[in-house]
């Protein structure tokens, strides 16, 4: 089914854009926006519900291929370093028709294609297939799948926004000269307002002064925020109604319940970038493809996420809403939704958790560090797990499995055990740090356990096990499978890294070494053992 799908996004890629690949330039000036629009995103299914032996030329799919054509300019390795040359301003789609990222940006593509088209833009636009034209990939810049490229004179800006038509046609616009939009009149503000999106709105008399030309350079700085100004404080009550009678204003309008942001800071770019940039994102930010990159980069390194299916969070939605309210610019908070694997079990997996149930976490990605709320979700709870992330009170969290109930003769050790039973032990401790998928570790299990029973006599060595795929501590850092480590008992700070590469024997050797083990001492503490345990020494005796 998912090869299905695939498949089928990979024709919508070669339809929903397809253009003449003969074309050297568009012309846009005799092409109706919305009809356009409706062709970029009818192609494919018209072209499927044609009758076998219909062809490309049956009626209905040919005007909308033909309309598409006039719009967007489809690359090979003849036509590429061409039409980068001949048009002013380019805005590229590389793709490959596999890519799964790429199926989901091409009907985005095509929106902002339209969008910039009704806006009078003179921005050409293209798709090129990478995987089918490498050499006129390579020519223009094209080294991944997805990629936006513009090009303005030849000179290459590579697109990494959200893939969203309102942030591709924002950022275009403001790296082809276009960085403010001026709005005049009541009746341009009611109409932007019907768009939607997130922008910050300055107010500013005459269009003057150093406040305006800074508030300027941070709108040309910033590409994902549209900015608008007006020198009418009536027009900008229109996008901001609680704005007060000053002659030089600037807010921040979303489309969400904590819908406007004040500036009280300094006009100057920086302090308008960071003003911006820390109150963009919601009060609760719904975790998507399109947005992770953006959530992962944020200033706010402070995040709570919630993980819960839609109809759960419906229940949590105003606690969360309500906690995060007070934590603004300071937290971001976060919704994955559980149903979508993609992306809530990367994080659910760094947990050792399933997902079956609501669940919060937190992450501080200024240290690497995450956290989890194991108390019941509500407000006070919640509110108290956010107040101590913020002053650096809270815990981290490390994965565990269940403390084990019985003590063999190598030690199972978990997470929540690592401190009592080798950094706090009495003994001498050599630690094995394996992982079941590890293809190495079955030999050297086998070997730690001839060595505990070698040495199962010594009241002052114990050998032990985690599995440290799935059990985490501070103290323990394995960065491959298996790792062999002797805590000496009288400095458990400094673990000594056995060769993996050992023999038994040599491994026996290095134990007595280290610990000044004789062995007569080894012969005595076996004549004072139970029988079975003579027995299992006796067993491995030959082989050291």
């Given at each position: ?254 489309s969400e319940p904590e819908k406007f942001e004040k500036f009280d800071g300094a006009f100057e770019e920086k302090e308008i970038l960071q003003f911006v940039e820390l ?132 030690e199972k050790v978990v997470g929540r055990t690592f401190d009592s039973s080798v950094l706090q032990s009495p003994h001498n401790v050599l630690l094995e740090a394996h ?76 134990v007595k070494e280290k610990l000044q083990i004789s062995d007569v001492e080894i012969k005595e503490k076996l004549q004072t053992s139970d029988v079975e345990t003579v ?10």
């Amino acid at each position: 089914m998912r090869a299905t799908r695939l498949l089928a996004a990979a024709a919508l890629l070669a339809a929903l854009l397809a253009v003449s690949a003969a074309a050297a330039k568009l012309d846009l000036d005799d092409v109706d926006d919305s009809e356009v629009l409706e062709a970029l995103l009818a192609v494919d299914d018209e072209e499927e519900a044609a009758p076998p032996g219909a062809g490309a030329g049956g009626g209905g799919g040919a005007e909308a291929v033909r309309r598409t054509q006039s719009m967007v300019l489809v690359l090979d390795n003849d036509n590429a370093a061409r039409a980068v040359r001949d048009h002013p301003e380019l805005l590229l789609l590389g793709y490959a028709p596999w890519c799964e990222r790429s199926a989901k940006l091409m009907p985005r593509f095509a929106e902002a294609a339209a969008a910039l088209r009704a806006m009078g833009s003179a921005v050409a636009f293209a798709k090129l297939d990478g995987e089918r034209f490498p050499k006129a990939a390579s020519a223009v810049g094209v080294n991944g799948f997805p990629s936006v490229l513009l090009f303005v004179n030849g000179t290459e800006h590579a697109y990494t926004g959200l893939h969203t038509k309102d942030a591709i046609v924002t950022w275009v616009r403001k790296k082809t000269g276009t960085p403010v939009i001026r709005l005049e009149s009541k009746d341009s503000a009611e109409e932007f307002l019907k768009k939607g999106h997130t922008f910050a709105l300055g107010l500013f008399k005459n269009y003057e002064g150093a406040g305006h030309e800074e508030f300027v350079k941070a709108a040309t700085a910033e590409n994902e925020v549209q900015f608008v100004e007006t020198n009418d404080r009536n027009v900008a009550k229109i996008l901001f109604p609680g704005i007060a009678s000053e002659e030089q204003f600037l807010g921040l309008v979303k489309s969400e319940p904590e819908k406007f942001e004040k500036f009280d800071g300094a006009f100057e770019e920086k302090e308008i970038l960071q003003f911006v940039e820390l109150n963009k994102f919601p009060l609760i930010t719904a975790f998507t493809d399109l947005n992770s990159a953006k959530v992962y980069s944020s200033p706010i390194k402070l995040q709570v996420f919630t993980f819960a299916e839609a109809y759960d969070f419906e229940d949590l939605e105003s606690i969360v809403q309500e906690v995060a309210r007070g934590f603004k610019t300071k937290i971001m908070f976060i919704y994955v939704d559980t149903a979508e694997e993609n992306l809530a079990k990367p994080f659910l997996t760094l947990y050792g958790l399933e997902g079956d149930k609501p669940t919060v976490t937190a992450f501080d990605t200024s240290k690497g560090t995450k956290y989890l709320l194991e108390a019941d979700i509500n407000e006070k709870n919640l509110k108290e797990f956010s107040l101590s992330l913020l002053d650096g009170t809270l815990p981290p969290y490390f994965r565990s499995e269940p403390v084990p109930q019985e003590k063999g003769l190598v030690e199972k050790v978990v997470g929540r055990t690592f401190d009592s039973s080798v950094l706090q032990s009495p003994h001498n401790v050599l630690l094995e740090a394996h992982a079941p998928w590890c293809v190495d570790c079955e030999a050297i299990s086998k070997n730690i356990e001839k060595l505990a029973k070698h040495f199962s006599g010594l009241d002052n060595l114990k050998f032990a096990r985690i599995d440290a795929s799935v059990n985490e501590h501070p103290k323990l850092q394995v960065n491959n499978y298996p790792t062999l480590l002797l805590y000496p008992a009288e400095d458990k700070t400094n673990p000594i890294k056995l060769s993996k590469k050992l023999s038994l024997k040599d491994m026996a050797r290095f134990v007595k070494e280290k610990l000044q083990i004789s062995d007569v001492e080894i012969k005595e503490k076996l004549q004072t053992s139970d029988v079975e345990t003579v027995a299992a020494a006796d067993n491995v005796k030959d082989e050291l």
